[in-house]
């Protein structure tokens, strides 16, 4: 397993700032992950980021808005740009720490309000 | 397209009831399926999975899953519920060699005392 800690917890942001969202894991894992959860809405994939190669990105979200850093096996960035209400979600990252197929662990998320 | 689908948004019911959520995928190819579950105030958490092998899965607290083939469904269960049940509950599908995960759209289940 692996033990995922996000900050910040939850923000209130201003419309068309920028908002960066840490995550970091307790152990080296080489692949990890952001998705988005938009209210009343499941997980949506935004990127894939792992450690030394340049992050991922799913149909419908670019590096432009959501720039990804991936400087170590255990922590990584997402920046939200250029913020507008629509853009109020919880983000999430997980990692995969390759212990059995596919199996994600999940960090507690951050929430964001975009006003 | 692939996508997973999950019948119920929102299930109410008692205590001592039992419950079953379906969820169904329409992948081609061998599957890894997951039911994640977030309590209230909590992360996302791992309940069951499924990769080969006995299709009838048993994960934490009670739940149970089985996954039918020829229906593309993997189906959540527990024969008791409890209030400490209340929570969201996600099925998840992932191609066997893919990291990529699908989630359902989830199911909210409200357990009354």
């Known amino acids: 397993s692996a033990v995922i800690s996000q900050k910040p917890s939850r923000d209130i942001c201003q419309r068309g700032t920028s908002l960066t969202i840490q995550c970091q894991v307790d152990s080296q894992v080489t692949m990890m992950f952001w998705y988005r959860q938009q209210p009343g809405q499941s997980l949506t994939l935004i990127a894939t980021a792992n450690q030394g190669s340049e992050a991922t990105y799913e149909s419908g979200f670019v590096i432009d808005k959501f720039p990804i850093s991936r400087p170590n096996l255990t922590f990584s960035t997402l920046t939200v740009s250029n913020m507008s209400p629509e853009d109020s979600s919880i983000y999430l990252c997980?990692?995969?720490?390759?212990?059995?197929?596919?199996?994600?662990?999940f960090g507690p998320g951050t929430r964001l309000t975009v006003l | 397209a692939q996508s997973v689908s999950q019948h119920n948004h929102h299930v109410i019911l008692s205590e001592a009831a039992s419950l079953e959520l379906g969820c169904n995928y329409s992948y081609g190819g061998t599957v890894n399926l997951f039911w994640y579950v977030q309590y209230p105030g909590q992360h996302l958490q791992l309940l069951l999975k499924?990769?080969?092998?006995?299709?009838l899965v048993k994960g934490i607290k009670g739940f149970e899953a089985e996954f039918i083939k020829s229906k593309f469904s993997f189906n959540l269960r527990k024969p008791s519920v409890q209030w400490s049940d209340t929570a969201e509950y996600f099925c998840?599908?992932?191609?066997?060699?893919?990291?990529?995960?699908?989630f359902g759209a989830g199911t909210t289940v409200t357990v009354r005392a």
């Open positions: 998840a599908v992932a191609l066997s060699n893919d990291y990529k995960l699908s």
């Open positions: 499924y990769f080969s092998g006995d299709p």
């Open positions: 997980s990692v995969d720490p390759g212990q059995a197929y596919n199996e994600q662990f």
